[in-house]
């Protein structure tokens, strides 16, 4: 679902290693939803800092953080024409330790479909990895390594819903290959909307003007309490450089989709089978396509409807609807109230399993 201009992103992602001719790799492109009200960024005192965070500096919080924070390298097979065709294509990003099984957490566009994936340590120490899952339409992935647990430190998932604009944050990763580097910003505006690899949208998302660049894609956003809030993912950028406009995965989306993918689950996602804009008149979720025999197509809801209402959640852009759908589980029904040609009307869902 997308609505509002068109705005080019990139992922803070991999950075690409050409071999046997093979280019460097390809920025993604996505859409952001410009949020209900405008934020001015300002950057934080290190008196604010210390007061917001009962005296922890963010050095404090980067002792107790960074050995929870990995860097990945990931090889892959390319294929190409010509008698020198195909060869391989290395990648670079970032993770965090999940838990002192080995899990870790990173973005699905850092992995891919997998190929041979090391993973480095705070202490240099590197260990091979298996992909255990990705969620390409989160951009999420878990991997999986066989380390002793004395350098698996895992870090603590922070409640998303509690953030607030201005709160400080640190970002930890491995941008251009620089690994065990921390930067830090503030909160800069909440409900942002993303577009994953997949197309989907990443709703709730968290922007920050922490500088992420490359390689800093799947390292952790981190409160001032050292629990991670979000997973660094996109930037805002017309030079392919920090613009200090950056996009995290918020960490309760991380908490539902890592979590079925270290129980071995197949990620599911609620699909309402529908793409909207927003609507002022009257407010809401402005109805720009209908899949043909999606749950939307089936309860007979047609194009230009606005739907106002999500049970007795109020509805007043696509955004409110994106975040309602994403709470939902596939085989849940909602009364939506909608308008149109002037009208009200009501109709129960029962949405679907989105596709892949």
């Known amino acids: 679902m ?9 992922t803070a992602a991999a950075i690409a290693i050409a071999a046997l001719g093979v280019g460097a790799g390809a920025y993604l492109y996505s859409t952001v939803e410009p949020a209900s009200t405008t934020t001015t960024v300002v950057s934080p005192s290190a008196q604010a800092v210390a007061a917001e965070s009962g005296g922890l500096t963010i050095h404090d919080i980067y002792q107790q953080t960074h050995e929870a924070v990995v860097d990945l390298t990931v090889t892959s097979s390319t294929s190409g024409p010509g008698f020198f065709g195909g060869g391989s294509q290395q990648a670079e990003g970032s993770g965090f330790v999940y838990d002192d099984q080995g899990h870790i957490v990173t973005n699905q566009h850092v992995v891919g479909d997998g190929g041979s994936i090391k993973v480095t340590f705070w202490n240099g120490n590197t260990y091979d990895a298996s992909l255990v899952a990705t969620d390409p339409s989160t951009d999420l992935a878990v991997i999986k390594v066989d380390a002793p647990k004395s350098v698996l430190h895992p870090i603590q998932l922070g409640d998303s819903d509690n953030v607030q604009v201005g709160d400080t944050v640190i970002a930890i990763g491995s941008p251009f290959g620089l690994q065990d580097t921390v930067t830090s910003g503030i909160v800069s505006a909440l409900n942002r909307s993303m577009d994953s690899p997949s197309g989907y949208t990443i709703s709730n998302s968290i922007q920050t003007d922490a500088p992420i660049n490359h390689g800093n894609s799947g390292g952790p956003l981190i409160d001032m309490q050292g629990r991670v809030i979000g997973v660094n993912t996109q930037i805002q950028s017309d030079s392919g450089g920090s613009d200090g406009v950056g996009f995290a995965i918020p960490s309760n989306t991380v908490r ?10 197949t990620v599911q ?25 999606g749950p939307a197509d089936k309860a007979g ?20 609807l994106s975040s309602v759908i994403d709470d939902k589980k596939p085989g849940d029904k909602l009364v939506v109230t909608y308008v149109r040609d002037g009208k009200t009307h009501t109709v ?9």
């Open 2 to 10: 997308t609505r509002g201009s068109r705005i080019a992103l990139t």
């Open 256 to 265: 539902s989709v890592v979590s079925q993918m270290v129980a071995g689950k």
């Open 269 to 293: 996602h609620a699909w309402f089978g529908i793409k909207v804009s927003d609507s002022s008149s009257p407010p809401g979720a402005l109805l720009a396509e209908i899949i043909s025999g």
């Open 301 to 320: 809801l047609k194009v230009n409807d606005v739907i106002t209402k999500l049970d007795s959640t109020a509805v007043g852009n696509g955004a409110d």
């Open 348 to 356: 129960t869902v029962t949405l679907g399993t989105r596709p892949s």
